[in-house]
């Protein structure tokens, strides 16, 4: 039976129905936020997978073009692979969904959101996430929610609750934060450098809005929701914790005090394999499906055994693995300029993590072109982020990047676009790709220092200097005692309850992300993060500053140099000319090549306003191809004399040209001011001549004299 529920949330309903769509789903809801409708269903498989160490939890976001009345660009008229806004949207939902389920729960559970009508001012990925969070809790599913999230905006000093495009446009702020009733347990948002304190605000205020919907959901799930699941889970028995303990706790404990990466990994593998083999062995005559049960065992107790020793080390002996303090810094260097050719490079190495940024700068119309359901449809400046398997000294699959490499990117790439120049500022398409050649840690926040760096090198003129920092969280076993690390490494991101990222500036905040394994984390944790961020911060700028403090004042030598200049935009059709006859003879003429396509040739940028914007290497074709341009649209100027040279002489008079595009008639009785029998008489093809410019007649043609020029 079909059941509707709505909720006035802050001026805005929402509807949730249950019960007439995706009925043999475990799960589904169709949510109406405004006009946006997504359809969110939730499928758990019957068999769960007890001997994996892995949760199999799918979230999809799938974009249906229809829902926004477009009709999919290129020769595939139907949608194929996910844009990347799609997959940071799925990334957006499943983060904070994930710590919720139960910890041992190995059954593979597909969360689908299928984006039905867009409303642009209504967000169809929040709206998504809210309906994840629904048909999962109505399911049977072992899910501790619900969860829900909010976008936040700041206008004129004011925070708005899921502003929309017009006030998100004026905002300083765009931050989405989601969470439980109890706590926040995920963050992602760009800022124009805000303060820690305005950030921390705007964080519990949208707090404060996500217990409103998780309120609505639960009035929904003890209504329609079902019992959950009773799921196949692997007991392991007190006497084999205990055997495996008193075998490998020591050995671990000394492992996990090496400082050096790759020493400490082989050692923790050494002790591991040399303990399941030695289980192997003596249990050799079990058969295969009961070896393999308690070899799964002896692995998932050398894990927890490792992740107590861990935390016993940083939260109650208040040291590091590799003998940092808590808000230590690993070793930094910086360099620029490394590969010659390319329009600018930098290289940010900290501790084991080293990212290679390269900037290209391309004309305007090389910018990227999005098929999707936001407004959006270009896009200026892109950040790639690449992370190849040889960084961690591992192989592995090669091909089309993933979702945690489309993600890193996505980061960077809100934190430097905070502090990017305007299209009038710097017509370029800008494009920073992020090699990581060596990792251990936070590499998204060495892609900020490395990609900072590299567009200061190649001459963009950015506001301010960039950096970006990882914070983590390792909490006691009993909840009770906490401790903040500055700059995580991997084995604190992976053992740890926390990866807090902040990017920014010396002035504030740019960009922010948090994701945490536990259920939530408070308004004091939170705080103490961006504090210790600040302060580290502030110790990476004045090292990346020291090898370039500011933009250099001119692109490389190997960028494409620009002209920027307005004409009438009713001129436009006049300089492209008739099935681009005039704008191609233009470009052919002032780069001497025989083709557009050349990559000698110049290239022009005409914008519906008037812009005209011109690139190329040589600075002399630039001027050459704007010269010829402006002769396209200039205007004769009724009573204006003007030297031009003489094309064409016939026996009614001569043709004038006074620049390349323009010629006007000086008929015989206006050659001279005495009678002249013929035209060749007095001129011939190639000469100088003074005119006077009398005007256009009733057919459009120019007419000039030369009489009344002499005069």
């Known amino acids: 039976m079909k059941k509707i529920f709505t909720y006035d949330f802050r001026g805005r309903t929402i509807t949730v129905e249950h019960g007439e769509l995706a009925k043999q789903a475990h799960g589904a ?22 001997l994996s160490d892995f949760f199999p939890l799918m979230v999809l976001y799938q974009e249906k073009l229809y829902s926004v009345g477009k009709i999919p660009g290129g020769f595939i008229k139907r949608e194929g692979r996910p844009t990347d806004n799609a997959t940071l949207a799925a990334r957006m939902i499943d983060r904070p969904m994930r710590p919720l389920f139960k910890e041992d729960f190995r059954n593979e559970v597909q969360v689908v959101n299928t984006v039905l009508s867009v409303d642009q001012d209504n967000s169809p990925e929040l709206t998504a996430m809210f309906g994840s969070s629904l048909a999962t809790c109505i399911s049977k599913a072992p899910f501790d929610g619900p969860i829900a999230g909010v976008k936040v905006g700041r206008v004129d000093g004011e925070l708005i609750i899921n502003p929309t495009v017009e006030e998100m446009e004026k905002s300083d702020i765009d931050l989405t934060v989601a969470g439980t009733y109890e706590a926040i347990n995920m963050v992602e948002a760009g800022s124009k450098e805000v303060s820690e304190d305005d950030m921390l605000e705007a964080l519990m205020f949208g707090h404060e809005a996500i217990k409103e919907l998780c309120k609505f959901e639960q009035e929904i799930i003890d209504e329609i929701g079902v019992e959950k699941m009773e799921y196949e889970h692997l007991v392991i028995e007190d006497d084999l914790k205990k055997e495996i303990k008193n075998l490998a706790l020591d050995d671990l404990n000394n492992a996990l005090r090496i400082k050096d990466k790759i020493e400490k990994y082989n050692k923790i593998d050494e002790i591991k394999e040399n303990i399941v083999s030695k289980y192997e062995t003596e249990y050799e005559n079990l058969k295969p499906n009961e070896l393999e049960e308690l070899l799964t065992k002896v692995k998932l107790v050398l894990e927890e055994i490792e992740y107590e020793i861990f935390r016993q080390i940083v939260v109650k002996e208040k040291t590091r693995a590799d003998g940092r303090t808590m808000t230590e810094i690993r070793p930094l260097s910086t360099a620029i300029d490394l590969l010659p050719r390319t329009h600018g490079s930098a290289l940010f190495t900290r501790g084991e993590t080293q990212s290679l940024a390269v900037v290209t700068l391309g004309a305007l119309g090389e910018h990227q072109i999005l098929d999707g359901v936001s407004l959006e449809d270009t896009k200026r400046f892109m950040l790639h982020y690449n992370f190849p398997q040889f960084s961690v000294g591992e192989t592995g699959r090669y091909g089309a990047p993933g979702r945690r490499e489309i993600g890193h990117g996505a980061l960077g790439e809100r934190a430097l676009a905070q502090v990017m120049p305007d299209e009038e500022e710097f017509p370029y398409t800008v494009r920073v790709v992020s090699e990581i050649l060596e990792s251990n840690g936070s590499s998204s926040q060495a892609t900020i220092c490395a990609g900072c760096m590299a567009l200061m090198a190649a001459g963009v003129p950015i506001k301010a200097p960039v950096a970006g920092i990882a914070m983590g969280l390792i909490t006691s076993s009993d909840g009770k005692d906490y401790t903040i690390l500055t700059d995580i490494q991997g ?5 740890g309850d926390m990866d807090f990222k902040v990017g920014g500036t010396r002035k504030g905040i740019c960009s922010l992300q948090m994701d945490i394994k536990i259920k939530g984390i408070t308004k004091q944790i939170l705080k103490e993060a961006l504090a210790q961020a600040k302060q580290a911060r502030m110790e990476i700028l004045d090292v990346m500053e020291d090898t370039i403090a500011k933009p250099r004042e001119e692109v490389s030598k190997y960028a494409p140099k ?6 009438d935009p009713n001129k436009i059709k006049d300089v492209i000319g008739r099935g681009g006859e005039t704008i191609t003879k233009i470009i052919l003429d002032a780069s001497n090549v025989s083709s557009v396509t050349d990559q000698n040739a110049v290239k022009v940028d005409l914008e519906d306003d008037g812009r005209v914007v011109i690139y190329h290497y040589d600075q002399d074709i630039i001027e050459k191809t704007a010269n010829m341009i402006k002769d396209v649209v200039r205007e004769v100027i009724d009573g204006k004399i003007y030297t031009g040279k003489v094309v ?8 004038v040209e ?13 050659l001279d001011t005495k009678r002249v029998e013929k035209p060749s008489d007095v001129v011939k093809v190639g000469d100088d001549i003074i005119v006077k410019s009398l005007g256009y007649d009733k057919r459009g043609r120019l007419n000039l004299s030369r009489k009344e020029a002499m005069k």
């Open 658 to 670: 006074l620049w390349p595009g323009c010629e006007g008639l000086v008929h015989v009785s206006q």
């Open 491 to 495: 084995m604190e991101d992976h053992l």
């Open 648 to 655: 064409k002489v016939e026996e009614f008079g001569c043709f």
């Open 562 to 567: 620009t002209m920027i200049f307005t004409i």
């Open 29 to 50: 809801v169709l949510v109406r936020y405004g006009d946006t409708v997504i359809l969110s269903t939730t499928v758990i498989s019957k068999k769960a997978n007890i």
